[in-house]
């Protein structure tokens, strides 16, 4: 039974710049007892999600939408348990796999097969799991020949390709994806839409953000809308 | 009162084999195009040891039967500290992109590194073995104790690597400060001479951490029992450093993944 239920989540976090970060900026401060605390006040904060409730169950398949800079992203780390909010509460039942940046996880200068393993493994199954689903995988990305080459060779797509079907190989409770998932073309598309029917429909929890209508219609059933970290949920044809 | 830390490091013990198998590709992935490989390492430590060694013993007038093998062990160790604690500033702003994406328990990322500063270890491990078979020691059953030695000098690693891990992420000056005075440190530290070579000024040894960690592991594998005082120095840095590092996670872990 996996679940994810926000109870009025605020989430804050500072942007720190480069004099924010100093050591020497850190210590003058300390040192002078806050007077000069005006230039050295640069650490910016944004509020990124504002009274945040929500509650998701198995099966239900989430669409996020909001424009750039809304807080999609920032609301899949807190829905991932990466970001802790400041008040409110984040209950996360269930294991996570996130497909956010694009090659995170990945090792540039190693194959394909090794970061398929390590990825794995970083998602908790073990080496002996992911070799037995190596087949699966080969098949799933179709990246053939290409899996033995150091992944710094492969274009965004063929990344995608093997985040993704590392991602789902691992069975997880809980899929939330941003939005480089459209990098991929129409067949790898194809193909994802049919893995992610299969997650839905064996009752997990899947968050899609996205710009696309057409991509969150075709792979969700409720659509949540971000707007200045305010969260609201609208119609599936509503957008 | 440090829940979320200790569940955190629970979660990191689960993650140990994984840990090691990134450890062996980083290492792969390392020496991917060269012909010997990790022995270039080996190799590395080999001709340090061979010119240092024979230089130093003639600029301090040791015997080299006993400075060689003091050398070596001194230096290996050394490698192991400076690698780990030079690389920990680094811990977590380098895998960003790990903690932005995964909720992976923190303790991860410094045990990674350890993992991998070990596997580096035990090449060089190999130049020790091969000094004290040229220069044997009085071999005993002393020389067993260099284990519970290197345990402890582990255990303190992994709590300074993730307490300036985390320090290292807020305030990015740190990796070049430590960048700065290891060196120094090198000296400071009894790697080439002993600190009873000091005279009396050998408080001033004792009174920096690694001489600590050098002593528990030299002294027995030169068949030495460790003084008393060396074993309780590395035991209760080891205490004092935990207890340090967990009330850091435990206050501040909710902040690292905005810090990377």
């Known amino acids: 039974m996996a679940h994810i239920i926000f109870d009025n989540v605020t989430l804050q976090y500072p942007i720190y710049n480069s004099r924010s970060m100093s050591l020497r900026n850190h210590l003058v401060r300390i040192g002078t007892g806050g007077m000069i605390s005006q230039d050295s006040k640069d650490i910016v904060t944004i509020k990124a999600l504002d009274q945040v409730s929500f509650s998701l169950r198995d099966g239900d398949a989430i669409g996020l939408v909001g424009h750039n800079g809304a807080g999609k992203t920032t609301m899949l780390r807190t829905m991932a348990g990466i970001y802790k909010p400041i ?153 | 009162m440090f829940a979320y830390a200790l569940s955190d490091l629970k979660r990191t013990m689960a993650m140990l084999p994984v840990a090691y198998y990134l450890a062996r590709s980083d290492l792969k992935a390392r020496y991917r195009r060269s012909m010997l490989g990790p022995l270039w390492l080996v190799l590395g430590t080999a001709v340090g040891v061979t010119g240092l060694g024979i230089l130093w013993s003639v600029l301090l007038h040791e015997n080299r039967a006993t400075f060689i093998p003091s050398l070596t062990v001194g230096l290996v160790v050394w490698q192991l500290i400076s690698g780990t604690v030079i690389e920990s500033t680094r811990t977590f702003s380098n895998n960003y992109l790990l903690i932005r994406n995964l909720a992976i328990p923190f303790g991860f990322y410094p045990l990674q590194l350890i993992m991998r500063q070990v596997v580096n270890f035990a090449h060089n491990a190999l130049v020790i073995l091969a000094v004290l078979l040229i220069y044997p020691p009085h071999w005993s059953a002393v020389q067993w104790l260099c284990l519970p030695g290197f345990l402890l000098v582990l255990g303190n690693l992994y709590w300074i690597a993730l307490m300036l891990g985390m320090m290292g992420a807020r305030f990015r000056d740190l990796e070049n400060l430590i960048a700065a005075f290891m060196p120094l440190l090198f000296f400071l530290t009894p790697v080439i001479y002993r600190p009873e070579q000091l005279g009396f000024k050998s408080l001033f040894a004792w009174l920096n951490p690694f001489s600590y960690l050098i002593s528990v592991i030299r002294d027995p594998l030169q068949g030495h029992v460790p003084a008393p005082f060396v074993w309780e120095g590395a035991i209760i840095l080891l205490v004092f450093g935990w207890l340090s590092s967990l009330y850091l996670l435990q206050t501040r872990h909710g902040r690292v993944a905005f810090w990377v």
């Open chain 1, 87 to 239: 008040s409110g509460r984040v209950d996360i039942q269930g294991s996570v796999s996130t497909i956010i940046d694009l090659g995170a996880g990945l090792d540039p200068e190693l194959s394909g097969y090794e970061n398929i393993n390590r990825m794995g493994m970083l998602l908790g199954s073990t080496l002996a799991d992911m070799e037995a689903r190596l087949d699966d995988i080969e098949q799933f990305t179709e990246l053939g020949e290409f899996l033995s080459v150091p992944v710094r060779t492969y274009s965004s797509g063929m990344m995608m390709r093997l985040m993704f079907a590392v991602a789902t190989s691992v069975r997880p409770e809980i899929l939330l994806i941003d939005e480089m998932f459209s990098t991929g073309d129409a067949d790898f598309q194809k193909k994802a839409r049919l893995r992610m029917t299969d997650l839905i429909d064996s009752s997990k929890i899947f968050v899609f953000a996205s710009h696309e209508p057409e991509l969150i219609r075709a792979f969700c059933k409720r659509v949540f809308r971000l707007e200045h970290g305010r969260l609201t949920e609208i119609g599936i044809n509503d957008f």
